[in-house]
């Protein structure tokens, strides 16, 4: 069974930051893109970072750039977003998913298994 678990979470103030975590099971870590979106209410989703765990290619979205880490622990299948100088706009459901083509990319649709998110709040 695929299973993709975020944690880490929480609320923060301006200027904090916030480690979350992805563990994956289920499926062939190293082979897939693992990418982190997030979507704030009344907002569409967003893609944050992505992560090629077999290379460690890296892309980011220009507005996090500078600001989050995405990296992969690959002996423990977990996939990391270190944020930082966080502001209230970054405030949403954090997701990461999984993209069996292996590419890097930010296109929601294009990934195959999701997680159940966790909340990042930020308050001002």
């Known amino acids: 069974e695929v299973q993709l678990v975020e944690s880490g979470g929480d609320l923060v103030q301006a200027g904090g930051s916030l480690r979350l975590s992805c563990a994956a099971s289920?499926?062939?870590?190293?082979?897939?893109?693992i990418g982190w979106f997030r979507q704030a209410p009344g907002k569409e989703r967003e893609g944050v970072s992505s992560?090629?765990?077999?290379?460690?290619?890296?892309f980011y979205a220009d507005s996090v750039k500078g600001r989050f880490t995405i990296s992969s622990d690959n002996t423990r299948n977990t996939v990391y977003l270190q944020m930082n100088s966080l502001k209230p706009e970054d405030t949403a459901v954090y997701y990461c998913?999984?993209?069996?083509?292996?590419?890097?990319?930010?296109?929601?649709?294009?990934?195959?298994?999701w997680g159940q998110g966790t909340q990042v709040t930020v308050s001002s």
């Open positions: 998913a999984a993209d069996g083509s292996g590419w890097l990319n930010l296109d929601w649709d294009e990934y195959d298994y």
């Open positions: 992560i090629s765990p077999s290379d460690g290619s890296r």
């Open positions: 289920g499926f062939a870590f190293d082979d897939y893109a």
